[in-house]
């Protein structure tokens, strides 16, 4: 288990990470999520002996990572998949890695397959493409049959199929009872593959939940009501204290009463119903819910703002 009380880090005048505790578990998913510059990446690092905290404390195990015996053994990690000498092969990044740790040779030869490499083990990592050096820091990762792993943005430069891969060997690997910890900026991934999610901004944390109570606790409940008298049925949802916003010619989008209450708001008035649904929202719109105030570095929208355009001399 990963465990931080209090963890905190400064950079000067700059607070990164401002008072975590939290605990990520065995046996499940945990997604970390959080704006850029929220401090997910100092958290990590924190967590791997990188960065030493200014105050509080994390453990792996109960122990600090500088205290592991064997922490290839202990933990894997992939935060950085450009870390890699380009002028090695894929199997002498490996074998070099597992040298250090007293790994067996075999082992090498087992994560390449295990992360589709087995065919350019021997080429320079140079060569790679963006998604081939994400598998091989994935691979450096799993050298060691660790419980604990950590992932930051494992998916980048992946194609579908491997993105589902990364999706299915993280679950696999939570199944079999390990720590599984991973940052990611892709909200549809999150909410496909984590159990639970740790969601920070500027340096604190704002959620600590399931993914369907983050979802839950950060969106509002909607209907979608479909009827032919739709134009009677609205005033009638909005006496009720609801919110009603047309969608179509038939369709009303109501929000602040429950499918039952609508339901019974048409029966009572003799209105016909041709759709009543529940609107579940996705785990993106509850996150841009939640951190729209954590957000450090807001882009404008392209034609809010005019550009002076200065005409060139002629």
């Known amino acids: 288990m990963i465990e931080a009380v209090g963890l905190t880090k400064r950079y000067g005048d700059r607070l990164a990470v401002d008072q975590l505790s939290f605990a990520v578990r065995p046996g499940q998913v945990t997604g970390f999520l959080g704006p850029n510059g929220a401090g997910k990446s100092t958290t990590m690092r924190m967590i791997l002996g990188l960065d030493t905290p200014t105050s509080g404390a994390v453990t792996i195990n109960g122990r600090p990572f500088a205290a592991l015996d064997n922490p290839m053994r202990e933990v894997g990690a992939l935060l950085d998949a450009k870390a890699i000498h380009g002028g090695r092969s894929a199997y002498n990044h490996l074998w070099c890695l597992a040298q250090t740790n007293n790994l067996p040779k075999r082992r090498v030869a087992e994560v390449l397959e295990l992360v589709g490499l087995s065919e350019v083990a021997r080429k320079r990592s140079k060569g790679f493409s963006l998604g081939m050096g994400q ?180």
């Open 135 to 314: 598998r091989l820091g994935i691979a450096s990762a799993l050298l060691g049959d660790p419980k604990v792993l950590m992932f930051d943005e494992p998916v980048n430069g992946l194609d579908p199929e491997g993105i589902r891969w990364i999706r299915n060997l993280m679950r696999a690997l939570a199944a079999e009872g390990r720590t599984v910890f991973v940052s990611s900026h892709l909200m549809s991934e999150m909410e496909n593959t984590a159990d639970r999610l740790l969601v920070i901004g500027r340096g604190r944390m704002i959620a600590d939940c399931t993914v369907q109570e983050f979802i839950d606790q950060n969106s509002e409940l909607a209907v979608r009501v479909s009827s032919p008298e739709g134009g009677a049925l609205a005033p009638l949802l909005r006496a009720a204290g609801a919110a009603v916003v047309p969608d179509g010619d038939s369709t009303l989008l109501v929000t602040g009463l429950g499918m039952d209450r609508v339901g019974d708001i048409a029966f009572d008035n003799h209105l016909r119903l041709h759709e009543l649904a529940p609107l579940q929202a996705s785990l993106e719109q509850a996150y841009m819910e939640l951190t729209k105030d954590s957000v450090e570095y807001h882009a404008a929208v392209p034609g809010s703002h005019p550009v002076a355009v200065k005409e060139s001399a002629r």
